[in-house]
């Protein structure tokens, strides 16, 4: 039965740890709970905040409308051809789906093993990680639109995927509402190894002929040891998106700092390392009040405990400035900001 609270602390609704409270809060964990609240006066009384694991947000104010928490369960799968479809509801846990998947053998998202947040919100962001997307794999999801409690399929032509990006942060950002996600994935593993660190920690291992669970457990294992863990201290994984600048912007930064961490990018552009720029601007490690960046990790942004969103906040403008005087770059917040 759906039922709303008020005055809601979110404090463990988000992954940064930020103690604030929602007006009014509705946990969703089926179609039918959603077309509900969707069809009732309080979502056109206020304005709205759909959470999934509260992975990609930071809080600077309470927030003064309704939260949906989307909490949407189930996995399933189906044969079609050579291919394997597998859906999921929007508030499975996005490793929970990876390790489900290599389990069984279906090869597609083991790159983007560890990855922290829900299923749901995967397709919004386009999440991605060592040489892999979710558009990559992506086949349709489901949503509603919250104006009129219409079902609708989105196909990957519809979503218009980017770089961390996607139609429903752009032109249909605030209107529909994903409850369930299907992939397609395959049984003739076709393994990506060739980002550096999944070949080095292989090599570690002594593994010359890796399977889809050596794959997982490599890339867990750099994540793990790059990046901290929610529960033991609050952070919202990578703070910042990776820059991707065009030719004649990358020959000027080159031409200044030799060493500049870059990769090839679409449309002959360049992607910048957001991390090694941060770092050369002396910010790894940095504790600043109740806030910093990650030890191993300057891309991270943490709460070392009594954080405010404003504090995070204020942080972060001092990264994008040091980054844009020293490299003449501007960063862009891979982080939601509220």
């Not at 994903?178 to 049984?187: E, G, H, R």
């Not at 109740?290 to 943490?302: C, P």
Request: net charge negative; with cysteine.
């Amino acid at each position: 039965m759906l039922t709303v609270q008020q005055n809601k602390s979110l404090k463990a609704y988000n992954t940064f740890g930020i103690p604030v409270d929602a007006a009014y809060f509705a946990e969703i964990f089926s179609g039918d709970d959603l077309i509900e609240l969707l069809e009732g006066n309080l979502v056109k009384e206020q304005k709205l905040l759909v959470l999934g694991g509260g992975s990609n947000v930071l809080f600077t104010k309470d927030f003064d409308g309704l939260v949906i928490k989307l909490s949407i369960p189930g996995i399933r799968s189906a044969v079609q051809g050579d291919d394997i479809l597998v859906t999921a509801g929007a508030g499975v846990v996005w490793n929970d789906l990876v390790n489900y998947c290599v389990e069984r053998g279906f090869a597609g998202i083991e790159n983007l093993s560890l990855i922290p947040g829900t299923v749901g919100a995967s397709p919004i962001q386009n999440i991605g990680a060592y040489g892999a997307e979710l558009k990559d794999v992506f086949q349709s999801c489901i949503a509603y639109e919250i104006e009129t409690a219409k079902e609708r399929t989105f196909s990957y032509e519809d979503c218009h995927f980017g770089y961390r990006d996607s139609i429903f942060k752009n032109e249909l950002k605030g209107k529909y509402i994903i409850t369930s996600v299907t992939f397609k994935l395959s049984m003739s593993a076709r393994l990506n190894t060739q980002y550096g660190a999944i070949q080095d920690e292989l090599k570690n291992r002594g593994i010359a002929e890796p399977t889809l669970a050596d794959v997982s457990s490599v890339v867990s294992q750099i994540r793990v040891g790059k990046l901290p863990d929610p529960s033991t201290i609050g952070n919202a994984g990578s703070f910042f998106k990776n820059p991707v600048i065009d030719k004649e912007q990358f020959d000027r930064v080159i031409s200044e700092h030799p060493n500049v961490v870059h990769y090839p990018a679409p449309d002959n552009k360049v992607k910048l390392a957001a991390g090694w720029l941060i770092e050369q601007c002396g910010f790894k490690g940095m504790v600043s009040g109740h806030t910093g960046t990650w030890k191993h990790q300057a891309l991270v942004l943490v709460n070392h405990g009594g954080a405010t969103g404003q504090e995070v906040y204020g942080f972060s403008e001092q990264i994008i400035d040091a980054v844009d005087a020293k490299f003449g770059v501007k960063l862009e917040r891979e982080v939601n900001m509220l």
